[in-house]
């Protein structure tokens, strides 16, 4: 890239996995949340008002937000600069939605970059993506020069050491187990081995078990006694550290237990050194080790590990024969060599760009949506749970808890865990979790009201009360965080399961067919509940059937309070028992519903200062905030289920009822507090913001993000 280092410059835009920031170089101008969706709408402003000729995208699963990392096609569908992207992985066979990102990435890049024969293989075969759209361009290698091996071995202390090298990442799918179990018959052959195995653990194997995996590590070392033949070097190594220990190295030994994996920077790195590689035969391996490069080994085989090894350490011309292929090869991957492939694509990129100005707009904008936060949910909840009303934004200790409100905050906090990955989410849900078992009754069903002092306020709590509690509980069963909140969760449920039968109350059965729905994704084969799933939806196809007529599309002879958590029952219910009057049903309520709220272009819930009777007039205050929360999600579902762009444009509609589109133009969500107001009267908004008001906005809140998703 020398001819052109003077002529190209540079800005680089960092995903972090936080809303930490992070010491970066210069050369990093901007940071990216990747949980946070409107940060990348952001960028995209942000590259398309400077002065950037190109964007190169380099994409990694993992890294980017949403599922499968949706939340970059906001940044891309907005760009007005030609794209370039460069693949780290491209998987042989991909899920739909894995598939339909990196189509719709293909459809806005001028080209695909990736590393290998086989990734462009795939991109065609496995996407249908056309040739002329794939770059192959190798993964660069620093460009140092490690052939002078003793000298390496004498500034590392290893004269008259035979070090075997690995490095990267430590997690279980490295398969460093295999090469410690290879070497009491290496070392007995060749007692001067050393493996050196440099590497920090890798962060999310860290949050989410610790140093297991190290412990384990170093304990079979121990069973082995290995211990004067095995080094651990726990730290993240620099560039020049990593090329002075692959100088040092007799061999390199790649253990890792995964045979897909497509590209390998450190497959590249130790090739580019001119290392001795030996390595499993996943596919990056096989292509980069063929012609005398390096060696290869079925995943978890020590056995055949072991006979590789002692082969090549017994034979040294082996050795010299595999390092000089090597180093022909890697000369033509350092980054200089590379860097200039780069640069004359970027070149004829930017030179024969047509202008793909093909830019897409999502759902709800987020740029208007305020941040997510869960500040006022964490100042609501003490060490018993969340508290349920407030005065203005106090808490008020003297109404004690409900376990409504606790049920509502557990499923707000899987829902904000599974989407953000907030970390104070796996907290407060712990808090709420055990609130829930602390209500249940023997007999399986739950008291509802707990004084501040931990007294039962009641024996028994409502029906509705009991379907909130199960909906949460089923659904922390399917998208459960850890095994032990799944294990508490599921003694909890089926305890519950002897009371289902004997729901009458619409929403008691509507929230508990949510739950059913939830567990049932998780656990199809539950043959016991699935049949009790089939008799709840019966009820609320009998008791529609009995009160709909001409003009009243309805399952009781009024409109109440959350009225679209039942369409959205039957919705969900029809995802696992394919019932197409469900279906049916669901969307003609849904309609009605929707012709009674959305009469005057914004949504208008009905008001709870009387109930809306059939043939007789509606209430239009004393709206509430579950209202929108239960029309934003009953329109979701729609949309997912249906793929209509209507039911989308709805739900958008009744969520910006929480940010001022309703009867008094006034926003119920509070910006500074984070909070939301209890309700709409006709002399303005409710001063109190009270536990279930501002979980209703939250929910409400990460639906919509769910929805810009698809």
């Not at 121990?222 to 651990?232: A, P």
């Amino acid at each position: 890239m020398n001819r052109h280092k003077d002529s190209i410059e540079i800005c680089v835009f960092a995903m972090n996995d936080s809303k930490n920031t992070y010491d970066y170089p210069a050369v990093v101008k901007h940071q990216i949340v990747a949980t946070e969706q409107k940060n990348y709408v952001e960028a995209a402003k942000l590259i398309n008002f400077s002065d950037a000729n190109i964007c190169i995208l380099q994409h990694e699963y993992g890294i980017f937000g949403g599922k499968n990392g949706i939340y970059l096609l906001l940044l891309i569908s907005k760009l007005t600069k030609p794209l370039l992207v460069t693949l780290h992985t491209v998987l042989k066979n991909p899920s739909y939605s894995e598939k339909a990102i990196i189509q719709a990435i293909s459809h806005k890049a001028e080209k695909l970059i990736v590393m290998s024969e086989r990734a462009r293989e795939f991109l065609i075969e496995s996407y249908g993506i056309t040739e002329n759209k794939i770059a192959i361009i190798e993964h660069g290698v620093p460009d140092y020069d490690v052939t002078d091996r003793e000298s390496f071995k004498k500034k590392l202390n290893l004269e008259g050491r035979k070090p075997i090298l690995t490095f990267g990442l430590l997690s279980r799918d490295k398969g460093i187990e295999t090469v410690i179990s290879a070497l009491p018959d290496i070392v007995r052959k060749h007692p001067e081995v050393l493996y050196v195995v440099i590497g920090k653990t890798h962060p999310a194997v860290i949050k989410a078990s610790g140093e297991e995996y190290r412990n384990y590590l170093m304990s079979l070392v121990e069973k082995n006694k290995l211990s004067n033949h095995v080094h651990f070097i726990n730290k993240f190594a620099s560039n020049e550290e990593l090329f002075s220990y692959l100088g040092a190295a007799d061999i390199y030994v790649i253990p890792n237990l995964n045979k897909a994996q497509i590209t390998s920077g450190t497959l590249a790195y130790a090739v580019g050194a001119g290392s001795a590689v030996v390595s499993t035969n996943f596919w990056h391996a096989q292509s980069l080790l063929s012609q005398g490069r390096g060696r290869l080994f079925h995943p978890g085989d020590s056995a055949s590990l072991s006979s590789i090894l002692n082969e090549l350490l017994s034979k040294p011309e082996l050795l010299e024969n595999m390092r000089a292929n090597a180093y022909a090869y890697g000369r033509k991957t350092r980054w200089p060599e590379i860097g200039e492939k780069y640069a004359n694509l970027i070149i004829d990129t930017v030179d024969n760009w047509s202008g793909n100005l093909d830019v897409s707009e999502p759902i709800i904008n987020p740029l208007a949506l305020p941040d997510f936060d869960l500040t006022y949910i964490e100042k609501m909840t003490d060490d018993t749970g969340i508290l349920q009303h407030a005065n203005y934004t106090v808490p008020n200790l003297k109404e004690g808890y409900c376990i409504d409100d606790n049920a509502r905050a557990l499923l707000l906090c899987v829902m904000s865990y599974r989407q953000k990955k907030i970390d104070e989410s796996l907290n407060l849900m712990r808090r709420y979790l055990a609130f829930i078992d602390y209500m249940q009754n023997e007999e399986g069903s739950f008291r509802n009201f707990l004084g501040f002092d931990r007294a039962y306020l009641d024996q028994t709590g409502s029906e509705d009360s009991f379907g909130r509690t199960i909906w949460s509980l089923g659904y922390l069963l399917r998208f459960a965080p850890n095994d032990a909140y799944f294990k508490l969760a599921k003694d909890i449920f089926l305890k519950a399961r002897e009371n289902f039968h004997k729901l009458e109350s619409l929403r008691g059965i509507s929230f508990t067919i949510l739950g059913l729905a939830h567990y049932l994704h998780h656990s199809p084969a539950d043959n016991e509940l699935r049949n009790l799933l089939e008799l709840l939806t019966q009820k609320l196809l009998n008791t529609y059937e009995t009160n709909r007529d001409s003009d009243w599309h309805w399952f009781e002879s009024k409109l109440t309070y959350a009225n679209g958590m039942i369409p959205l029952a039957l919705l969900q219910s029809h995802e696992i028992l394919k019932d197409k009057r469900s279906l049916t049903i669901a969307l003609e309520a849904l309609k009605f519903l929707g012709e009674v709220t959305f009469k005057k272009g914004y949504f208008s819930p009905v008001g709870s200062d009387f109930w809306f009777e059939k043939g007789s007039e509606r209430a239009h205050f004393a709206q509430q905030p579950i209202d929108a929360m239960a029309m934003v999600m009953v329109y979701y579902q729609a949309y997912y289920v249906t793929g209509e762009v209507q039911f989308a444009e709805s739900m958008a509609i009744a969520f910006r009822w929480f940010l001022g589109e309703n009867e008094l133009g006034i926003p119920l969500y509070d910006f500074e507090s984070h909070g939301c107001c209890d309700g709409l009267e006709s002399s303005g908004i409710s001063d109190n913001q009270g536990a279930e008001s501002t979980i209703a906005f939250h929910l409400a809140h990460l639906t919509v993000l769910l929805a810009n998703e698809s």
